[in-house]
């Protein structure tokens, strides 16, 4: 689970530095995320009862695929 307020960079954030990924942040009832490369540009947020299942659905995608 997500700490508060804490942002957490992707684990596949690609080659190079790293830092062509997105980050994410708890906020009580909401997934913050923004990206890594320009975090001053803004955030999308989504109701944790739906970021959470899309998630799970990209990694069976990825474990499938």
Do not use: Y
């Not at 994410?24 to 970021?51: C, W």
Request: hydrophobic fraction near 35%.
């Amino acid at each position: 689970m997500l700490t508060p307020n804490i942002w957490k960079k992707s684990s596949f954030s690609g080659g190079g530095q790293g830092d062509a990924c997105v980050e994410v942040a708890h906020r009580r009832t909401r997934i913050a995320v923004r990206d890594s490369k320009s975090p001053a540009q803004g955030t999308l947020s989504f109701p944790s009862s739906v970021f959470i299942p899309f998630v799970e659905a990209l990694k069976r995608d990825r474990e499938v695929g």
